[in-house]
């Protein structure tokens, strides 16, 4: 499946847990060269360690995502290392440790932090890689939103409205390739449904009941997984979706039906 993934390098952002690690996994799994641009080294190293003792081929780049000049180093680092940047999956976000709480009582540095890394991070690794895209005359950009965008969910406002954010600048990205130069560097954006991550876990600690409702919503009655998001993001970073741009793949066990 996605043979035209073999050798192709790969940038995950957030890559050392959770669904940004199932998405290294995975496209190592499918030949990928990938780079693991990861705030975090322990869990970066860790993945990377993991992807080797499979054989397969990864690096990891210590990035923050919401510093311009990291955000340079690690296309660098990638080019460095393997000659090209053919995709960017930009996954990394503040999910993990977010506690539902009313917007009127929101920490202000939380919001500029959630602001930050979930929005202005996409647009500094997007600049980022482009040069790198252009001259090769192709690329592929992948943010990840998430379907609270589209339901509206109660008590992080602050996350609801960087994903709807990740939507509308995936559409504006996507048309502002060809008025660059770029018409054949495509961006999407994949929308996750609620899943079992240890973000998830932590978030929903206590709250088991509210998870149970939404699997209960979805057409599919089971928990989203991590591994569930590994083929859609595949089939985003291969050929098969060559004609595809400016597109919000929805993968969430129909729950929003979107
Ligand atoms: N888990 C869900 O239910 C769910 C649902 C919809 C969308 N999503 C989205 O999917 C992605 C992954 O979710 P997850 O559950 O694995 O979340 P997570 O919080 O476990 O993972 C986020 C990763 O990003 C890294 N990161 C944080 N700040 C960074 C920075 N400044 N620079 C570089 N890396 C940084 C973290 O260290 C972590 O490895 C996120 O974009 C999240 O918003 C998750």
Known sequence: MYESIKGRVVIVTGGGQGIGRAYVLGLAGAGAKVVVAEIRPDTAEAVVAEVRSSGGDAIAVQTDVTSFSSTQNMAEATVNAYGRIDAIVNN????????????????????????????????NCARAVLPQMQQQGRGKIINIASTVAIAGVP????????????????????????????????????????????????????????????????????????????????????????????????????????
Request: glycine content about 8%.
């Open 92 to 123: 990394a976000a503040i999910y993990y440790g977010l506690r539902k709480t009313p917007f009127t009582q929101l920490d202000e540095g939380e919001w500029d932090r959630v602001m930050a890394v979930n929005v202005k991070g996409i647009w």
């Open 155 to 258: 008590l992080m406002l602050h996350y609801n409205a960087s994903k709807g954010a990740v939507i509308a600048l995936t559409r504006a990205m996507a048309k502002e390739m060809p008025i660059l130069g770029s018409a054949e560097i495509t961006v999407n954006c994949i929308c996750p449904g609620l899943t079992w991550s240890e973000a998830t876990q932590l978030q929903i600690s206590g709250h088991e009941d509210k998870a149970a409702l939404v699997v209960q919503q979805q057409a599919l009655k089971r928990r989203e997984q991590p591994e569930d998001l590994v083929g859609p993001m595949m089939f985003l970073v291969s050929d098969e979706s060559n004609f595809i741009s400016g597109h919000s793949l929805v993968v969430d066990g129909g729950f929003t039906v979107y």
